[in-house]
């Protein structure tokens, strides 16, 4: 069946450091593809998605591609803030309109000032 | 638009009592699913709803739990006798229907339910 694994955290970087959180998958034909965010006390939200190969989302600085051949949507951003620092969730829906969203486990991110 | 919409943000039962969540989506989203989050755990699936059926609820524990989404009003997550193992973060999600963006869901800010 389809799965999500993104690296472990915590992560814990000093502020405007280069930031990547790894995201593979795996999954039959060509799902979506979603970084979802989360701050502290509240509810996930919608970072950037991808629908297909190549395909980069981006937001607020945060750059996602889709890449097929490696079966990753690795998550970056070239200098980190403060108010960055959230739990991040890699996440997948399949080609079917029922398919339900698969979640990685979540990676908290720490930004030191 | 507001956004989802859940209520409680916080319940607090005792051993034995019911928990009812309940969940507005979106206004014109009728796809509803609810997620459990343990502390420091990734969100689990538990069901999947639309108006009035239940598609998939592959995740929802056997008993206890029950789910629903009628055709008027919030869908609800209600656990009967609820035990100290079920103290988590309850979020619901919801997205549009088939041929807008089917595969986005958008969350509400959980119900963080203690049980005592």
């Known amino acids: 069946g389809n799965s999500v694994t993104q690296m472990e955290g915590p992560v814990t970087l000093s502020e405007e450091a280069f930031l990547t959180i790894n995201c593979t998958y795996t999954?039959?034909?060509?799902?979506?593809l979603f970084w979802y965010v989360q701050y502290p006390g509240e509810g996930l939200q919608l970072l950037l998605k991808?629908?297909?190969?190549?395909d980069k989302g981006s937001n607020k600085g945060f750059e996602a591609t889709y890449r097929k051949e490696t079966t990753s949507f690795h998550l970056e951003k070239g200098s980190v803030q403060v108010s960055d620092s959230a739990v991040y969730f890699c996440a997948l829906s399949g080609m079917n309109r029922d398919d339900k969203i698969i979640f990685g486990k979540g990676t908290r991110l720490h930004i030191l000032p | 638009n507001a956004g989802v919409m859940q209520n409680p943000r916080h319940l607090v039962r005792r051993r034995g009592q019911e928990a009812r969540l309940r969940c507005s989506p979106m206004k014109g989203h009728s796809h509803v699913y609810w997620y459990r989050q343990l502390p420091e755990e990734g969100l689990k699936f538990m069901v999947y709803l639309q108006k009035e059926n239940i598609i998939d609820e592959s995740g929802m524990p056997k008993e206890r739990f029950s789910a629903e989404f009628p055709k008027e009003g919030p869908s609800i997550l209600r656990i009967q006798q609820v035990v100290r193992g079920d103290s988590a973060a309850y979020f619901c999600?919801?997205?549009?229907?088939?041929?807008?963006?089917?595969?986005?869901?958008?969350f509400g800010p959980g119900t963080r339910l203690t049980v005592l």
């Open positions: 999600a919801s997205s549009p229907s088939w041929g807008t963006e089917p595969d986005t869901q958008y």
């Open positions: 991808a629908t297909k190969a190549d």
């Open positions: 999954a039959t034909g060509y799902p979506s």
